[in-house]
């Protein structure tokens, strides 16, 4: 099947900085990927679609100028999680839609300290 | 709005002994069915699925039928292996342009010899 490669795998930040996660479909181009965010024991939560060269549609509750996505090419799509706070600390995944089928990144913890 | 319930885990069974996972879901119209699986240190990856009323998804021995009356969408597998331990994730899309999948909070499968 197609491949979703996410970077970086594991990130540990300070309280206040930004961090960018990226994730690129290595075999295929996706017009659209997704952004999820999985608590401990809870299912993957629905972030925010993204469509390449137009903006993110993000699901109510999430704050899109604290969780920026930028799609600019058809195989990467970039998070980018600011002035981050503890309470983001999170498993971030990616998904890239090819032939009406999801793929997924392996996720990215994020721990801010 | 759509959303997706399965058994809470962890699941713990010896090697040979016969799996079910229960999922059941809400949503409007006829979505499309999906079982993940997520092993130790991997994305999430594509288990079976099925996409209308009565269809049987199955692969690796593991099989799930749409069932609309009951709204549920059940995995099965008649005789685990150790190799079978992962986190299943029970999932929907919505037969719309561009949605994502929507999950389950995952049950975690640990088979011992």
């Known amino acids: 099947g197609a491949v979703v490669s996410q970077h970086p795998s594991r990130v540990i930040c300070k309280s206040g900085t930004s961090v960018k996660i990226e994730c690129r479909s290595l075999?295929?181009?996706?017009?659209?990927m997704f952004w999820y965010r999985q608590f401990p024991k809870q299912s993957l939560m629905l972030m925010a679609t993204?469509?390449?060269?137009?903006?993110?549609?993000?699901e109510q509750g999430v704050e899109k100028d604290k969780f920026l996505i930028n799609h600019a090419s058809l195989t990467l799509s970039t998070l980018t999680v600011t002035s981050a706070h503890p309470e983001d600390s999170s498993f971030y995944i990616c998904?890239?839609?090819?032939?009406?089928?999801?793929?997924f990144g392996p996720g990215t913890r994020l721990t801010v300290l | 709005g759509n959303s997706v319930t399965q058994m809470e885990g962890p699941v713990t069974l010896s090697e040979e002994a016969f799996l079910t996972i229960n999922c059941t879901y809400t949503?409007?119209?006829?979505?499309?069915l999906f079982w993940y699986v997520q092993y130790p240190g991997e994305g999430l990856q594509l288990l079976l699925k099925?996409?209308?009323?009565?269809d049987k998804g199955s692969n690796k021995g593991f099989e799930a039928t749409y069932r609309k009356e009951t709204t549920s969408f059940h995995l099965e597998k008649g005789s685990v292996q150790v190799s079978d331990s992962a986190v299943y994730f029970c999932?929907?899309?919505?037969?719309?342009?561009?949605?994502?999948?929507?999950f389950g909070k995952g049950t975690t499968l640990s088979v011992s010899s």
């Open positions: 099925a996409t209308k009323a009565d």
């Open positions: 949503a409007t119209g006829y979505p499309s």
């Open positions: 075999d295929f181009q996706a017009t659209t």
């Open positions: 999932a929907l899309r919505a037969n719309q342009a561009g949605t994502a999948l929507i």
């Open positions: 998904s890239a839609r090819e032939s009406n089928e999801q793929f």
């Open positions: 993204s469509n390449e060269g137009s903006k993110a549609t993000y």
